[in-house]
């Protein structure tokens, strides 16, 4: 009998699939049943091995050593993941397994896990591929029914290897080039660190920006008001102030422009990811996670996708989505939607994966049991997907303009005629009280009814004090659209991605620098730290610039469509890395202590009387002569069960004595009050004595 070994990327996923096609007896690490064997990876099962497997010297970071650049790619399988990994190879190597098909997430990243399995495996069998954007069981069914040949996605492959090992080159190398320069551990990476030269960029705009104040006059009278241009000098705006009050505005023109405000695209992954932060306050990371475990739920389609449109054939498939919607969401109740299919159908705009949209399976089982994280972000898909497809925003914007002794004057007005898709959106925000309310921008307000040539008589005037202000820090909104239009400046038109990392990978990036310390969260804003600042004025142009790395982007989306050369790429990135080592040789003294931590001064050496600061193991005197070193280990207060904090330090060598609460006696182990003295004979080692103790 002929068997199908079907893996999927993880554990839950391959449940799912099982259900589906019949695979129904459990076995240890794999299911089995209906002429299937349905097994899973755990994540990336197969990795690039790190430097030292290549040689036992480069455990050792040493400038002389680099650049490494493998002539032969090797793998490695971690420890805890070497089950599993056994367990699919035995099940590929079985008689009675005569294909296979890749079943893990249909994307690059997806890809390249079931490859390097199957590679490492040793396996030559034929596979198919199942190419799916979402866990529905008919999705499921469909894939089955129109698996695809493997081959297919050979340069999908290729594209996802070249990201892993450019990534590898640039990451080991640079990484360890500028932590031995340095003295510190300074991670680089091809995308994350050109991301943080963004982030530096942009806080160097604003420390550099100078307020400058200025004054705005206003005159109002029946109803109506308006403000003057700016006055940097308040004298001149006074001036007009006197001038206009109690004086004549005349209406020298009205323009009437109608204006329509289309409704918006569909979520792909980085807007979706946009919005719930500027909303809802998720990190990319979150929304992703959350996005995540819908889509393996079923209640959610693929999200990790570049499209903002659903293909041709999706017309009834959206059309059942939108009239299944409505129960589910109060905000909608009342509304009246006459939806417009054809504006989110373009199969053209469509790649790998379609729009990120809910599934027939949320409008059958709803939002129970989900957490409010999950609530909230199917609740804003689900409102994307109305905004969508609803009526455009119509409203007539008004331009007034006045005169008052002798200056012009303007007053801005709409009025809304068709409140379409903005309408849903308003109460959406509305029903989630979402973060966006607290700076949402003040509307402009409808204008009474004004004529040309109508007079305005015992004008009221007033001045108002603003300051220019600087651009705003990044937030992960914000930042992920500088991301994805990166380089896009440099680009043609029509050129089809630019920006740094993709939809899938931007969150992990933000994620990374944040853990790295070169980043730092405050509030929605993310700021650079001292270090990032440092490392990010510190490398060259071609590890920062995001234009290069854009266009690298771009590159290997031209690989995964067969357009461009995958050799060609990597000895592009090995040839930058070697000019890299060579222009990077040594550094000054002083730049070398940049990245240095600043000392904690504890008090003064009893020895010598210079600084005593603390280390990550001991107190130590700054002095190199000095011998003076306290342990932070010291079995005197090991024993006696206390931590030798610095607190403890400073008052020893402030006052050579220090009260010290629960001390342990080392004869009853019953804990007592007591001060201990600095005992320091000049040796090697520093002594202390309990000199009185205190009853408890």
Request: neutral net charge; proline residues 5%; contains cysteine.
């Amino acid at each position: 009998m002929s068997i199908q070994l079907v893996i999927a990327e993880k554990p839950s996923v391959a449940r799912s699939i099982a259900g589906v096609i019949g695979a129904d007896k459990k076995q240890d690490g794999y299911m089995e049943g209906n002429g299937y064997l349905v097994s899973w990876c755990i994540g990336h099962l197969v990795s690039l091995a790190d430097a030292g497997a290549y040689d036992p010297r480069f455990k050792k970071w040493a400038y002389n050593d680099l650049p490494i650049l493998p002539q032969e790619w090797q793998y490695i399988i971690p420890d805890e993941k070497k089950k599993q990994f056994d367990t699919l190879r035995s099940l590929m190597e079985r008689p009675d397994v005569t294909g296979l098909v890749c079943a893990t997430d249909a994307g690059r990243e997806g890809e390249l896990i079931f490859r390097f399995v199957y590679q490492m495996a040793g396996c030559q069998k034929p596979f198919k591929r199942l190419w799916i954007s979402s866990m529905e069981d008919t999705a499921i069914r469909d894939g089955f029914a129109n698996l695809k040949p493997g081959a297919d996605y050979d340069h999908l492959y290729q594209s996802a290897l070249c990201r892993a090992q450019a990534d590898w080159l640039v990451g080991i190398n640079a990484t360890r080039l500028f932590s031995i320069l340095y003295h510190k551990t300074l991670t680089v990476g091809r995308v994350q660190t050109p991301t943080l030269k963004m982030l530096v960029d942009r806080e160097a705009k604003i420390s550099g920006f100078k307020k400058e104040k200025y004054h705005v006059v206003h005159i109002a009278a029946g109803g109506m008001e308006a403000a003057s241009h700016r006055f940097s000098a308040p004298g001149e705006a006074e001036n007009l102030k006197a001038a206009c009050a109690g004086a004549q505005a005349v209406c020298v023109s009205v323009k009437r422009e109608k204006k329509t405000e289309q409704p918006p695209r569909l979520y792909d992954l980085t807007t979706l990811q946009r919005e719930a932060n500027r909303l809802f306050g998720f990190t990319a990371k979150q929304t992703l996670d959350y996005a995540q475990g819908l889509y393996e739920k079923k209640l959610l389609t693929y999200p990790r996708t570049d499209s903002q449109y659903l293909t041709d054939d999706m017309k009834p498939t959206a059309e059942s989505l939108v009239s299944g919607l409505w129960p589910l969401l109060p905000f909608a109740a009342g509304l009246d939607l006459s939806p417009q299919f054809d504006r989110v159908l373009d199969s053209k705009k469509v790649s790998d994966h379609h729009a990120i949209i809910p599934t027939m399976e949320f409008v059958t089982k709803g939002f129970d049991g989900l957490t409010e994280g999950e609530k909230k972000l199917l609740s804003l898909v689900c409102c994307k997907l109305l905004c969508a497809v609803a009526a455009p925003h119509v409203y007539e914007a008004v331009i007034a303009t006045f005169t008052c002794a002798g200056n012009e004057f303007t007053a801005r007005g709409k009025t809304i005629q068709t409140p379409g898709w903005k309408e849903i959106d308003r109460r959406f925000k509305a029903s989630f009280k979402t973060d966006a309310d607290e700076d949402a921008p003040e509307l402009a307000r409808e204008l009474p009814e004004i004529a040309e040539g109508q007079t305005f008589d015992e004008v009221a005037a007033s001045v108002t004090e603003h300051f220019t202000t600087p651009p705003n820090p990044y937030t992960e909104d914000t930042l992920l659209s500088a991301m994805e239009r990166a380089g896009a400046e440099d680009m043609p038109e029509d050129a089809e991605r630019q920006g740094l990392g993709t939809p899938a990978t931007r969150a992990s990036i933000l994620e990374k620098l944040v853990q790295m310390g070169f980043v730092e969260r405050k509030g929605k804003q993310l700021l650079p730290t001292k270090d990032g600042h440092n490392l990010a004025c510190v490398l060259p142009d071609m590890l920062t610039s995001p234009q290069l790395t854009a266009q690298w982007e771009t590159e290997l989306t031209a690989i995964a469509k067969g357009e461009a050369d995958p050799e060609n790429f990597m000895a592009g990135i090995a040839e930058m890395t070697r000019t890299l080592i060579a222009l990077y040789s040594q550094i000054s003294e002083d730049a070398q202590q940049l990245f240095q931590a600043e000392r904690v001064v504890i008090g003064k050496c009893p020895r010598c009387g210079k600084a005593v600061y603390e280390g990550k193991k001991n107190y130590y005197c700054g002095n190199r002569a000095c011998q003076f070193v306290m342990w932070k280990n010291d079995r005197f207060f090991e024993e006696r069960g206390k931590t030798f904090t610095p607190k403890i330090a400073a008052a020893l060598l402030k006052d050579g004595k220090a009260k010290i609460k629960g001390l342990r006696s080392l004869k009853t182990g019953k804990t007592y009050d007591g001060t201990v003295l600095l005992a320091d004979t000049g040796g090697k080692y520093v002594n202390y004595r309990v000199e009185r103790r205190e009853k408890n």
